[in-house]
């Protein structure tokens, strides 16, 4: 493994057109290695979340090559912002995990917080190129938290009037449409987990105290996922908060192992 002190990380903006024509933003943290890892941002989140941000510092004091990218509608990146299309993000994943094939690196993991957990299990249920997955906080019940998030009898007042507009702090934050609902509770984490490879090395880790994604979920997956490691954080919450060292610990440890097993497989 590359050592930091040789090849110093260098950050460099990225721009990776998707198969829909949306630029795709994103920041290479370039270690001097081959490997890379991905890492996906939540709901309503960007690149530069505190999670995302930190994790790719981590990797980078461990010598290890990252690249955090906004997905379709958020941060920096081209087109509107969707409630649902997690499929439509795994295809986003896709685009850059091929970019970076193309580019003389090799993905070895994708890592991803909250609804981008959610996203790098779909990704792996679907492609069967990426050996190490790191689901941090994901959901696995997609039915599940949107009362809380759009308030009681949302499911009546989106057929009536076609979306719900979602306030924050007295202020409109952002429109969540009948479609985009429909395609969150249309996907199915439990059948999608089930075509995960057995090959496939499955990291869940979740926070004791997460109060959005109820830490049961996190026993869900280990439970169907064939190839699974199940970590969780004692007191930490959906971010981590104060568990940012602990949390960056356990992702660097499975990704140095999945370094042992890239140059195995070699």
């Known amino acids: 493994m590359a050592q930091v002190a040789q090849n110093p990380s260098q950050q460099q ?6 198969k829909y024509g949306n630029k795709l933003v994103g920041i290479l943290h370039e270690s001097g290695t081959k490997e890379i890892v991905i890492l996906c941002h939540g709901l309503r989140s960007t690149k530069e979340d505190d999670i995302i941000k930190n994790l790719a510092a981590a990797l980078e004091n461990a010598g290890v090559s990252s690249f955090r990218f906004d997905f379709t509608g958020n941060g920096e990146s081209e087109g509107s912002f969707e409630f649902g299309h997690y499929w439509r993000e795994v295809d986003d994943l896709h685009d850059v995990v091929q970019h970076f094939h193309g ?11 909250s609804k981008g957990g959610s996203v790098v299990l779909l990704y792996a ?13 994901g959901r696995y019940d997609l039915k599940a938290g949107l009362e809380e998030r759009l308030g009681k009898d949302y499911l009546e007042r989106i057929m009536k009037d076609g979306f719900i507009d979602v306030m924050q702090s007295g202020s409109f934050d952002y429109r969540v449409t009948l479609e985009s609902l429909m395609d969150r509770l249309d996907t199915n984490m439990h059948e999608a987990c089930l075509q995960i490879d057995k090959e496939c090395r499955v990291l869940t880790v979740h926070g004791s105290s997460d109060p959005v994604i109820p830490v049961g979920d996190a026993s869900e997956f280990a439970k169907i996922i064939p190839n699974h490691k199940l970590i969780i954080i004692e007191g930490a919450d959906h971010s981590y908060t104060n568990h940012q060292d602990e ?3 356990v992702v660097v440890n499975r990704i140095k192992e999945a370094l042992v097993h890239f140059s195995n497989d070699v």
């Open 13 to 18: 903006k990225v721009i990776i057109t998707n």
């Open 247 to 249: 949390l960056a610990s």
């Open 103 to 113: 580019a003389n690196h090799k993905v070895i993991a994708i890592i991803g917080h």
């Open 125 to 137: 249920s679907k492609h069967h190129d990426i050996k190490t997955v790191v689901n941090l906080s």
